[in-house]
């Protein structure tokens, strides 16, 4: 067994077990229906959808429609990318301002987590607050830095975006519909999107048990389209008994996490759940989340229509802008207080 630098280890209570059940139950979905006219099968996939928002907030998608040969190429740009020296992979790493490019030192709620990333909106450019600070109105454009190589890298993360960006739209119509909704309620709060998508790559790690690649978290944004490799490691924390459990990794699927702007618009019918990601002393294994994030200045609350004298509103409107801000700024330094969590405008009952 090898060393890792303590900024890596896990409070003890945090730490991994050395045997993990793999998640029997996940909600696998076939979205082919989608193609279909039948207007009973589109509801029978909508309350399949809802029921898995509900109970898991993680399901698995089959038959999505996103071109494999898109998913290939990334997945060829990301190992050929994160296969590169240090040197040259600092050429576009990422700072405290700009938050897009290499980074090899996240922190989740302050531990280091054993992995490295390179992120990139969707939109290019994209608008976000300068500040975190609630009184700060000054705004940032982040603008996408491409590495010189694999000289395909920006063509192939650029197409994959809009392959996946389709999909995304196509979920959160659905989670509209599930809600009682109509399908489009919520397109809107995306037109400036501050999506963003992340090659991750979790090395070899000599001490498994003791360090995570990325440390328990729930997604900050409204969903989360995950493409992950063979290898697994992603353990979601089941609803009904609070155990950590493996998802099993299916070719060809992505995996969906409700993030958490969809459990406060559905005032908490769907929960976002918490996850994680476990690394192996032999194999390293590659991901690709895509966050799909609304617009900076929208304004985040349980939504009008499912809010009533019965079921007040359970959260306090916070704007999604300074929200992600906050939460980056967490992840790129020790701060002495945790990162921002939605608890933090709970209402009281
Ligand atoms: O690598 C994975 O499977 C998941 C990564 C993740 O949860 C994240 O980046 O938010
Ligand atoms: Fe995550």
């Excluded at 990325?214 to 992950?228: E, F």
């Excluded at 294994?285 to 895509?290: D, E, L």
């Excluded at 929200?323 to 967490?330: A, H, V």
Aim: glycine residues 6%; contains cysteine.
């Amino acid at each position: 067994m090898g060393e890792v630098d303590p900024a890596f280890v896990q409070a003890l209570e945090h730490r991994p077990k050395p045997t993990i059940v793999e998640a029997g139950g996940i909600p696998l979905i076939d979205l082919s229906v989608l193609n279909s006219d039948d207007p009973r099968a589109l509801a029978g996939l909508v309350a399949e959808i809802g029921s898995a928002s509900k109970d898991w907030g993680f399901f698995q998608v089959i038959n999505h429609g996103v071109p494999s040969d898109l998913r290939q190429r990334i997945e060829t740009a990301a190992k050929k990318f994160f296969a590169l020296s240090l040197e040259e992979k600092r050429k576009v790493r990422r700072d405290e301002n700009n938050p897009l490019g290499y980074y090899d030192t996240e922190l989740t709620k302050n531990v280091r987590d054993w992995k490295e990333v390179f992120d990139f909106t969707v939109e290019n450019p994209t608008v976000i607050p300068a500040s975190h600070e609630p009184h700060d109105q000054e705004l940032q454009t982040l603008i996408n830095q491409w590495p010189e190589y694999p000289t395909e890298m920006r063509e192939a993360c650029e197409d994959y975006a809009r392959g996946v960006e389709k999909l995304s739209y196509k979920l959160l119509e659905l989670i509209s519909q599930s809600l009682g909704l109509p399908e489009k309620r919520l397109n809107g709060y995306f037109k400036e999107q501050t999506s963003f998508i992340r090659l991750n790559h979790y090395p070899p790690c000599p001490s498994p048990q003791l360090a995570l690649g990325v440390g328990r978290h729930k997604d900050g944004g409204a969903l989360t389209v995950l493409a992950q490799d063979d290898v697994g490691g992603l353990d979601v924390k089941r609803k009904v008994d609070g155990e950590w459990v493996r998802v099993k990794p299916i070719p060809d699927s992505y995996i969906i996490n409700v993030g958490d702007i969809v459990q406060v618009w559905s005032n908490e019918k769907y929960e976002s759940a918490e996850h994680r990601v476990t690394v192996n002393s032999e194999r390293e294994r590659f991901s690709i989340p895509f966050f799909f994030n609304p617009s900076h200045y929208v304004m985040v609350k349980p939504l009008e229509e499912l809010i009533n004298e019965q079921n007040p509103a359970k959260y306090r409107e916070y704007n999604w802008g300074k929200f992600f801000k906050t939460r980056k700024l967490s992840n790129f330094k020790k701060l002495d207080v945790e990162n921002i969590q939605i608890y933090h405008f709970k209402i009281s009952e």
